[in-house]
């Protein structure tokens, strides 16, 4: 890799890095390439980027998003996105499923370090359509009982 594809690299890194709400950092040593293939596509329609960086060009882009310095050692993949629900969830189920060879080490949200605890937490959280969904369910709660208490009503009368 050349000195200007690296630039670019880290260009390209440091600003989707600074756009990103969320940045997980997992350990994938041992991971077979049909493995990370699912973890991509599962990431990518939810518009969630998976990347394996070099340590050195990661810490300069991380460095350049204003994201605070963290070790980075062995084998590193990132992966990113602007929903830290969904992201959670990716990386939370896909760990999950192969202990062996995946594992979380630590991540960024909102531009501050968090633990695996805090990941896995948040991964338990409802997501954005699930909150959505109750909420309509709250709003059109009291017309529903109102349109059955008018039919029960309007029941009622034929029956007098």
Not at 45 to 67: P, S
Not at 96 to 104: M, R
Not at 130 to 149: C, D, K
Request: aromatic share 8%; with cysteine; glycine share 4%.
């Amino acid at each position: 890799m050349t000195k200007q594809e690296k630039i670019q690299i880290v260009e390209t890194l440091s600003t989707e890095f600074a756009q990103a709400t969320a940045v997980i950092v997992c350990d994938y040593k041992g991971l077979k390439t049909k493995q990370l293939e699912e973890l991509r596509n599962a990431s990518r329609t939810q518009e969630i980027k998976v990347q394996v960086i070099k340590n050195t060009l990661a810490k300069i882009a991380m460095k350049q998003a204003d994201l605070p310095e963290s070790e980075l050692k062995e084998t590193n993949i990132f992966i990113w996105g602007q929903d830290q629900i969904a992201l959670s969830k990716i990386v939370c189920k896909f760990a999950q499923s192969n202990k062996e060879t995946f594992a979380l080490k630590f991540g960024y949200f909102d531009k501050a370090v968090v633990d695996i605890a805090h990941i896995e937490a948040i991964s338990k959280l409802p997501s954005k359509d699930e909150l959505i969904g109750m909420l309509l369910s709250v709003w059109t709660g009291p017309a529903r009982y109102f349109a059955t208490a008018l039919d029960n009503l309007k029941k009622q009368k034929e029956q007098e």
